[in-house]
């Protein structure tokens, strides 16, 4: 059971990772894979938040099928605080199963800081400072997200607007924008006021279910019926309404503020990104190459000779050689191959 401090973190693990085939599958996604050094996605992730929450305040949700996987990992946590989806539907009803279930549990004015189990975040210092500042302000009644600072007009994040500093530190939100074409990403890194959405919250939980309530009714009526249940079944859950919580709160409230981090950050959320976040593996040589990123689980020699922006992924049951301007097609491939 959780104790009775009043910050909570809640890990988002039911993603299926699709864009990391062939090393990810439908067994073992991305959140569980050994990708840096130091444990898996899912294990960095909640080290980091212990720092902050503690472990016992530590509440992870994932797909039903995955639920072993995430002991495994995470041999201390509670199986109380093992949220179990059996189909996905989206962060909105994710974070609010979790706020409700956080609310059933006595725990409604508690900070809930929520985030993706698969962030490569460094250094864990500066991630602390950062949720303090957010922390603070989730305790004034702001709906908080933390902001990247871009380093490149990147395509595949959206973004977010700064607007007024209310508190040193703590910005209002005036806009959220999907993901931009590379022109408009350009002109986004020339003002200086945009910021890159991490997906990364921090709210009380009455706050978020307020929000809820106001803006996705359909939803808040919806985790009613769960009654702070941690194993829902089928048909209940698939009940709920599938949008982001983005799209369903956060572009819509009028108490929404971002807080710029003071940490590298990285989704990882395809290869490329997976080159830009330093991972790799394997013996390889490179001959007039660039940008090339290699990951050989079969101890196998790889050579490579005049490429640019390619990702090379060897496991012992396929092979990937794909340019980084497939990336996001890669999801699409790798249903098909497992609907085969």
Not at 99 to 126: F, W
Not at 272 to 301: C, H, I, M, Q
Request: aromatic share 6%.
């Amino acid at each position: 059971m959780m104790n009775g401090t009043d910050r909570f973190g809640v890990i988002m693990a039911g993603g299926r990772g699709t864009r990391f085939w062939p090393l990810s599958t439908s067994a073992k996604p991305k959140q569980f894979l050994e990708l840096l050094p130091g444990g898996t996605m899912l294990q960095l992730t909640a080290d980091r938040l212990a720092g902050v929450c503690g472990r016992d305040n530590i509440m992870v949700v994932a797909g039903r099928e995955h639920g072993g996987l995430v002991l495994d990992q995470l041999p201390w946590l509670d199986e109380e605080n093992l949220l179990l989806e059996p189909v996905g539907r989206n962060t909105a009803p994710c974070i609010g199963w979790a706020a409700s279930v956080l609310a059933e549990r006595g725990q409604a004015e508690a900070t809930m800081l929520v985030m993706a189990s698969d962030h490569r975040i460094h250094p864990v210092e500066e991630f602390a400072r950062t949720s303090g500042v957010a922390v603070s302000a989730a305790e004034s009644g702001y709906l908080v997200t933390m902001g990247i600072t871009p380093t490149h007009p990147a395509t595949g994040y959206g973004y977010l607007e700064k607007g007024a500093e209310i508190s040193e530190g703590v910005f209002r939100v005036k806009s959220f924008r999907e993901k931009p074409d590379p022109d408009t990403a350009r002109r986004f890194l020339e003002t200086g006021t945009y910021l890159w959405n991490s997906g990364m919250f921090v709210w009380k939980v009455s706050g978020i279910l307020k929000a809820i309530g106001k803006h996705m009714p359909g939803l808040l009526e919806g985790l009613a019926g769960l009654a702070g249940c941690t194993r829902p079944d089928r048909d209940t859950f698939s009940a709920l309404p599938a949008l982001s919580v983005d799209v369903g709160i956060m572009e819509k409230a009028g108490n929404v503020v971002v807080v710029p981090a003071s940490f590298q950050w990285s989704d990882i959320g395809d290869w490329p990104g997976a080159r830009e976040a330093g991972v790799s593996r394997g013996e390889t040589v490179l001959v007039d190459s660039e940008n090339t990123l290699v990951y050989d689980a079969t101890g196998r020699l790889t050579v490579i000779m005049g490429l640019r922006n390619v990702s090379v992924v060897c496991t012992d049951t396929a092979t990937l050689v794909m340019a980084d301007s497939c990336a996001q097609k890669l999801r699409e491939v790798s249903e098909k191959i497992s609907e085969c």
